[in-house]
Nanobody, 129 residues
Framework: QLVESGGGQVQTGGTLRLSCATT????????IGWFRQAPGKEREGVSS????????YYRDSVKGRFTISSDKNENKVYLQMDALKPEDTAIYYC????????????????????????RGQGTQVTVSS
């Protein structure tokens, strides 16, 4: 099970920190990804992490603004979002995929989402101009 929290409404340039609490699987053996879906747009991968080795991945539009991290003691993954822009407005979801199936080249695509077997319900992020 995955439960997201930390969404909200901020102004352009603001900051939010999303949390993803995970239960029911071995945290170290999975890749955890953050995805988002804006109204009228396809769901897209934002950032992902493989906690065992700490490798992180970001889509180009959030590089330098978002930071993903994990806490193995708490089995949580965080997404620190700085310098937020209106185009970051979306529902943000976390999802988990066994690390052996994780593909760093395709995880962030529309189809990549469907490979993640565990998914949260999402948290709304709204950035106003």
């Amino acid at each position: 099970q995955l439960v997201e929290s930390g969404g909200g409404q901020v102004q352009t340039g603001g900051t939010l920190r999303l949390s993803c609490a995970t239960t029911g699987f071995d945290f170290d053996d999975y890749a955890i990804g953050w995805f988002r879906q804006a109204p009228g747009k396809e769901r897209e991968g934002v950032s992902s992490i493989t906690p065992r080795n700490g490798n992180t991945y970001y889509r180009d539009s959030v590089k330098g603004r978002f930071t993903i991290s994990s806490d193995k003691n708490e089995n949580k993954v965080y997404l620190q979002m700085d310098a937020l822009k209106p185009e970051d407005t979306a529902i943000y979801y976390c999802a988990a995929l066994s690390a052996i199936f994780f593909d760093s080249d395709s995880w962030a695509t529309y189809d990549g989402w469907f490979r993640f077997g565990y998914r949260g319900q999402g948290t709304q992020v709204t950035v106003s101009s």
